[in-house]
């Protein structure tokens, strides 16, 4: 049962980072506190879906698609890979990792 919480912990932990880099690089405060907020919800959600809470299943995944929504968006306005399609298919194969488990087990 803990796989799809260390999923989700890992891909909070990459999206954490992911806006620290961003704000490193560029100066955008705007990374910083989308990254910050996004990653910190997803630790959060890990956190739950280890300790099968049931707000932890149902916020890992939203925060996850709603992540993919955001930078597949990114990647059609702007048409580079790197960063928005590289986080965007990292945040599909994250919730395909999670939702592979059977419900039975989840809750």
Do not use: H, W
């Not at 990254?35 to 959060?44: H, T, V």
């Not at 995944?61 to 928005?84: C, E, K, M």
């Amino acid at each position: 049962m803990t796989a799809p919480g260390v999923v989700i912990l890992l891909f909070g932990l990459l999206v954490l980072g992911g806006g620290i880099i961003g704000y490193t690089n560029t100066a955008s405060i705007a990374s910083l506190i989308a990254g910050s907020a996004s990653g910190l919800g997803l630790l959060a959600s890990g956190l739950g879906v280890l300790r099968r809470k049931g707000l932890g299943f149902v916020f890992a995944p939203l925060i996850t698609l709603l992540l993919i929504a955001f930078f597949a968006y990114r990647l059609v306005l702007t048409g580079d890979f790197i960063p928005s399609g590289l986080m965007g298919v990292l945040g599909l194969v994250a919730l395909v990792l999670y939702c592979s488990l059977p419900a039975k087990e989840r809750l």
